[in-house]
């Protein structure tokens, strides 16, 4: 998988992020296993809680467009930590695969990898309801 490619994209997509409020624009983009690219960007809300991250906002986009098999998300933010995902997009990551590949890219371009599962341990998933079924 072309790392560089997806976090360029990532970077890109953040130019686009509507954050007046936060001032902290996010990045975001995904590639599906047949090598499709979706990007996103933080949309923020005046009224707070109706805010959606850069991550669930390529996510929403891919699963809408009919793409749903995620092999990785990348996400980017212009800070010296890596941008890790929020809880909520850890959530909506695990939902489309338990090894999806989560990228955290910092403001100089370095990122870390590693598995939602890692990101997201003992998690809620998909499973856990097709076993109660
Ligand atoms: N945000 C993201 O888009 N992704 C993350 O991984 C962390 C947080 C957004 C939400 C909000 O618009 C702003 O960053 C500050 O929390």
Known sequence: MDKSRL???????????YAPYSNFPVGAALMTSSGKIFTGCNVELASYGGTICAERTAIVKAISEGARDIKAVCCVADTEDFCTPCGICRQFIYEFGSDIEVIMVNNKGEFRSASISELLPHAFGPQNLIKHS
């Open 7 to 17: 976090i360029s994209k990532a970077l890109e997509a953040k130019k686009l992020a």
